[in-house]
């Protein structure tokens, strides 16, 4: 089975990316998805979060409060980097319990939406890589609007990962998110029918 990865940067479109690929039957999976289900109450990763940065950053119900601790992964350096060792373990053991379910299953090829992949090194866990990328100035408009932020707090959020432009000359096929939806789903569709042409050529090989 084909593995692929579908990266960006906070606000490049990668949701919408994912949304189409699953539209035409793909199975997909969502790691900030996984990461909501790992920060709910009674999980191992909600203790460490507690052990690690205090009961300050849980919610009342017991879950982690994403704003709380992102207000400070995101100013601070050295607690991103302890969350991450927390997280990021976690997130891909789910994902590659997944990616062996779909194995299972008989899907020609699967798309994971990671968005710090290239961050945390792990792009060659995957056949191919597709970034989803827009303009910077684009990207930033997106974040204040999306997340209600300062244009301080949003340029925070950006500078947390690897600049847009480094993911797209790494990638393997890059979707321009930065036009009308529908030049975005026919810039998917081409990259879709590409994915499928490679996916069946490695069942064949």
């Known amino acids: ?5 579908l990266t960006g940067g906070i606000a490049t479109g990668k949701s919408y990316v994912r949304s189409r690929v699953a539209a035409r039957g793909v199975p997909t999976i969502d790691a900030d998805a996984v990461v909501h289900a790992l920060f709910a109450p009674g999980t191992g990763v909600v203790a460490e979060v507690a052990r690690r940065f205090g009961a300050g950053m849980l919610a009342p119900d017991g879950s982690v409060n994403r704003r709380a601790l992102g207000g400070l992964v995101f100013s601070d350096g050295a607690s991103r980097r302890d969350l991450e060792t927390i997280v990021h373990p976690a997130v891909y053991a789910r994902i590659a ?8 299953d008989g899907a020609a090829w699967v798309l994971a939406d990671i968005p710090l992949l290239y961050e945390t090194g792990r ?3 995957f056949d191919r890589v597709v970034v989803a990328a827009c303009s910077p ?11 209600r932020l300062t244009e301080a707090e949003a340029h925070a959020r950006i500078g ?13 096929y890059v ?17 879709c029918r590409r994915l499928d042409r490679a996916a069946g050529g ?3 090989g």
Not at 1 to 5: I, L, P
């Open 175 to 191: 979707v321009d998110t930065s036009g009308p939806f529908d030049e975005t789903d026919r810039r998917v569709e081409a990259v």
């Open 137 to 147: 100035e684009e990207q930033l408009r997106r974040v204040v609007r999306r997340d």
């Open 1 to 5: 089975m084909f593995r692929v990865a």
């Open 160 to 172: 947390a990962q690897r600049p847009i432009g480094e993911k797209a000359r790494m990638a393997d």
């Open 97 to 104: 319990e997944w990616t062996a379910a779909c194995a299972r």
């Open 123 to 125: 792009e060659g866990d």
């Open 202 to 204: 490695s069942r064949a």
